[in-house]
């Protein structure tokens, strides 16, 4: 004769693994149904002292760069702190109703800062290729870019702007790419 | 459950106000910023000047990384710093530090914030000489440092004729950012190293140029020119040069296009000279000048779509038939780079304008948001290496950028009277550099119908005639074909 409360304690051991088993099946199913790759980029948190910083936003309206001061958390080295500044930039510009408008899935790879006074941008090929097309919508994606890097970095007198590390001739169809941008050719064009 | 979130709501609150206040206050301080400006000859900068206990400080490792390999290490209450091969010690609080082995006083207290070393202003001049080795000279009033330059000094020179002009020349090239009011020029010099010519303030015997003065602040230069007349500035000698000028009074029709000017669309046809006529026979005494107009983009590449099916590679086909029509009968000679759906490279487009000696290039381009129109000056970029007559490929237009934000100017004030929104500026815009004769590129957008506009005949035909007439009024100082 099987004791009694060794016949409750397998059937509750039964039940335990067929719940188990049904729970499984169904956290299967979830996974399988949610896209196996995001096309929004993929870049880790900013860690580090949250600092004040004058981003240059582009308003298509009025067809300028307003200044607008944000506070960020920049990371200590020279290069990742621009980075960072670009992609708070592009945070403001992939927010709904935008100003100037970017696509979601545009990002800043990488940005080299190479002695003397001269930076690379590195776009990715999204943020191009799904860059609205116009000479006005263009050039004041570069101008914001490329002022807002200069203001916040100092030493920065000219900068190239290179997408997914090659040379292209223009973000999308218009505003040259292919030669460096003067910061003070360019400072000087937005104040006039 | 009521007892767990209550807290956190509230201090989420708590954090969304923090959040804000410190956002507003960052925003209202942004609009007076203090900044020293830094001129070297490995780097000119400009960095933000902090106010801690009514004291002016800036970032040590900031003020040094442009010059030279740094690098920091702080606990919160000492920062070790290295910059080519030279260790100093600070101590928060301290105006005590030691730098190569000796000891360095402060003028105030050295701070430490966040890890980030703050060292007054006033005591940049001893303490960057014991890091660069080499005598800097600091302007604490104006907040200028000056390190291993003297600086550039600017010469005056009146030119009394008439109408008079100001010669300002310098040793070096400059770049200013210059604005003009009634009577008045000014000229900023933000990343130039630019001092005193002597004296603040210079009256020249002239009734039409008064007076010019130099003034330093907040990291900048400043010269400031006074006149009795609307006043232009234009670079020459490499940029070394700034010749202010009074601004032209509008150019007189010559009698070869005596309806020409002003000439709308709005005005009926007979008052222009007939369509045949300025194919070649009324201009019997005058210079006959080229126009190459390009419309934009063709072939396989289609520029931007302005709808689902309406290209801007047509748009710009059309919009450039009408203004080679309208440049015609005002008695110019016209080419279109293309005049059929067929794709150029943008260096052809520039060889085909160059080639011709065309006395203007003018792009077309359309655009399906925003209203009215854009008129585009070249943006050079960094300029290649020019050797006498010949220029650097990239930064060709340089020589004729002066006419060409002349033409673009005339062009807005044209579309101003037609009540077409309108705004002008500069852009990196190929072929505009490349091209040695005045070049414009106009990117006509919408009107009031909406995209729809774009490939209206009347719309199209109002801009074009703006455009030519503005051209027109232009003439004389357009080279001419023999």
């Known amino acids: 004769m099987i004791p009694r409360h060794l016949l409750i304690g397998v059937a509750v051991l039964l039940v335990l693994v067929v719940a188990m088993a049904i729970y499984l099946h169904h956290m299967r199913r979830q996974q399988l149904a949610s896209p196996a790759v995001s096309s929004l980029p993929v870049a880790p948190p900013a860690s580090g002292p949250t600092e004040a910083v004058t981003l240059y936003v582009a308003d298509d309206d009025a067809g300028i760069l307003r200044l607008r001061s944000a506070l960020i958390p920049l990371p200590g080295g020279r290069q990742q702190r621009a980075e960072e500044l670009l992609r708070a930039l592009l945070r403001i510009y992939q927010q709904p109703g935008a100003p100037h408008p970017l696509p979601a899935a545009a990002d800043v790879r990488a940005i080299y800062l190479v002695d003397p006074g001269a930076a690379v941008i590195d776009l990715n090929a999204a943020f191009a290729d799904q860059h609205r097309s116009g000479i006005l919508s263009e050039q004041l994606t570069v101008n914001s870019l490329v002022e807002t890097l200069a203001r916040n970095v100092p030493g920065i007198s000219r900068v190239n702007i290179l997408v997914e590390g090659k040379t292209r001739e223009t973000l999308a169809g218009h505003a040259d790419l292919s030669e460096s941008f003067d910061v003070m050719t360019i400072e000087q064009a937005d104040n006039q | ?482």
Not at chain 2, 296 to 320: C, I, N, P, S, W
């Open chain 2, 1 to 482: 459950m009521l007892f767990t979130t209550t807290p956190t709501t509230l201090t989420k609150k708590a954090l969304a106000i923090l959040f804000a206040s410190l956002l507003l206050l960052s925003v209202a301080s942004s609009a007076d910023e203090k900044h020293v400006s830094v001129f070297s000859p490995v780097a000119s900068y400009t960095l933000p000047v902090l106010d801690r206990a009514g004291r002016e400080y800036v970032g040590l490792l900031e003020l040094l990384d442009p010059l030279g390999r740094v690098s920091t290490q702080s606990d919160g209450r000492r920062l070790r710093l290295r910059y080519n091969g030279i260790d100093a010690d600070f101590f928060a609080g301290k105006t005590r530090a030691k730098i190569h082995g000796r000891d360095f006083e402060f003028s105030a207290p050295f701070l430490i914030e966040n890890a980030r070393g703050l060292v007054p202003l006033s005591s940049l001049s001893a303490l960057l000489p014991r890091f660069l080795g080499t005598p800097v000279n600091f302007r604490e009033s104006a907040r200028r440092l000056f390190i291993g330059t003297e600086g550039i000094q600017p010469s005056f020179r009146l030119d009394a004729g008439n109408p008079p002009r100001l010669l300002l020349n310098f040793s070096a090239p400059v770049n200013p950012t210059i604005s003009t009011e009634p009577g008045r020029l000014r000229m900023v010099f933000k990343r130039d190293p630019v001092v005193s010519p002597g004296s603040q303030s210079i009256s020249f015997d002239n009734k039409v140029i008064t007076h010019a003065s130099y003034s330093e602040n907040n990291g900048d230069a400043e010269i400031d020119v006074a006149a009795n007349e609307p006043l232009m500035a234009s670079f020459s000698n490499d940029r070394k040069t700034i010749v202010v000028a009074v601004v032209a009074p509008a150019v007189q029709q010559t009698p070869a296009a005596p309806s020409a000017a002003g000439t709308g669309s709005q005005n009926p046809a007979p008052a222009r000279p007939a369509a045949n006529n300025a194919a070649g026979n009324t201009n019997i005494n005058v210079h006959r000048v080229l126009a190459v107009v390009d419309p934009a983009h063709g072939g396989e590449e289609r520029g931007a779509a302005l709808t689902d099916t309406l290209a801007e590679k047509d748009v710009t086909l059309g919009f450039a038939r009408l203004l080679r029509h309208e440049l015609e009968i005002r008695g110019f000679a016209v080419a279109l780079v293309r005049d059929s759906d067929i794709a150029l490279t943008l260096d052809q487009r520039a060889a085909a304008a160059n080639v011709a000696r065309a006395g203007i290039y003018i792009s077309l381009h359309a655009v399906s948001q925003g209203s009215g129109a854009q008129v585009y000056t070249a943006l050079l970029p960094v300029e290649g290496t020019s050797n006498g007559v010949f220029h650097a490929w990239n930064a060709a237009q340089a020589p004729a950028l002066p006419v060409s934000r002349m033409a673009a100017a005339a062009i807005v004030a044209e579309m101003q009277k037609r009540e077409f929104p309108v705004r002008s500026s500069s852009a990196s815009l190929r072929p505009l550099n490349n091209v040695f004769m005045p070049a414009v590129a106009v990117e006509l957008a919408p009107g009031t119908d909406g995209v729809t506009d774009l490939t209206s005949a009347n719309y199209q035909q109002r801009a074009s005639a703006a455009i030519a007439d503005a051209v027109v009024s232009l003439r004389d100082r357009l080279g001419a074909q023999p």
